[in-house]
């Protein structure tokens, strides 16, 4: 396994614990593929002196990432590598573009895509009279061929009739950007909990198994509410991501 010369990439001037450092490298060095998914991480001793870190601080450092779901010990096999979650920051823009600009290869499983009466939680949200028709849309998508996000979107009539053979290929803001209605403004809630058996049968994980959750409303700049959201993730594949200032 090929790992950069000790201590390249750590910095001992900086307030940042050697082991998140130390981790931080191993995390990127996976997600670019230079340490394989499924290959078995090499002992801390010698993860140690490539980085230049003493054994304990490695330990911690692996430790880290198992327990952000990273990697996974595995008894009679070692340290294994795992799938590294999706990082996404927070910010308005859809997960597909999201995916798309990572690398991470997004395609999607159309469900539903039908016309119906805004159920009263989406009108409210929305802030549209009761039973104002719109697109219906439930689909998975996936990152890198693997299930990682359910997702049901409502899209008022009058704004966008989305054809299932269009988000197949493209990812919903792409498409109200390109009928003129450009998300500009969102109200988000952000929760977690654990995931119904069908749920996790379509997700492709164990029922109770723990998932992210995220509701969305999105305006455009004339304040028209475009889209209203509510989206589960595989918590082990999905992570949002802040960067906070004082």
């Known amino acids: 396994?090929?790992?950069?010369?000790?201590?390249?990439?750590?910095?001992?001037?900086?307030?940042?614990?050697l082991y998140f450092q130390a981790a931080g490298k191993l995390e990127q060095l996976i997600e670019c593929g230079e340490m394989p998914v499924g290959g078995r991480l090499d002992n801390e001793v010698e993860l140690a002196e490539r980085l230049g870190v003493s054994r304990p601080t490695m330990r911690r450092a692996i430790q880290h990432l198992v327990e952000r779901g990273v990697l996974v010990r595995k008894r009679g096999i070692g340290t294994q590598i795992v799938h590294p979650k999706v990082r996404r920051p927070v910010?308005?823009?859809?997960?597909?573009?999201?995916?798309?600009?990572?690398?991470q290869r997004p395609s999607t499983r159309i469900r539903v895509v039908e016309t119906r009466p805004a159920p009263d939680p989406v009108a409210e949200a929305l802030g549209v009279p009761e039973g104002t028709e719109v697109t219906w849309l439930e689909r998975l998508r996936f990152a890198a061929g693997e299930p990682l996000a359910l997702m049901h979107n409502a899209v008022p009539v009058d704004v966008l009739r989305p054809r299932g053979t269009d988000l197949e290929e493209r990812g919903l803001?792409?498409?109200l950007r390109a009928a003129g209605y450009v998300p500009?403004?969102?109200?988000?809630?952000?929760?977690?909990?654990a995931a119904t058996a069908a749920e996790a049968r379509v997700l492709g994980d164990a029922r109770g198994a723990p998932v992210l959750t995220m509701t969305r409303t999105a305006w455009d700049a004339s304040g028209r509410a475009v889209e209203y959201g509510s989206h589960i993730y595989r918590a082990s594949r999905y992570s949002i991501a802040l960067t906070l200032s004082s």
Request: charged letters at 25%; proline letters at 9%; hydrophobic letters at 40%.
């Open 1 to 17: 396994m090929d790992i950069p010369a000790p201590g390249a990439a750590l910095d001992r001037s900086s307030p940042v614990p």
């Open 91 to 103: 910010e308005l823009s859809s997960l597909y573009d999201d995916l798309a600009k990572t690398g």
């Open 173 to 175: 803001y792409e498409l």
């Open 184 to 193: 500009r403004m969102a109200d988000q809630v952000v929760g977690a909990r």
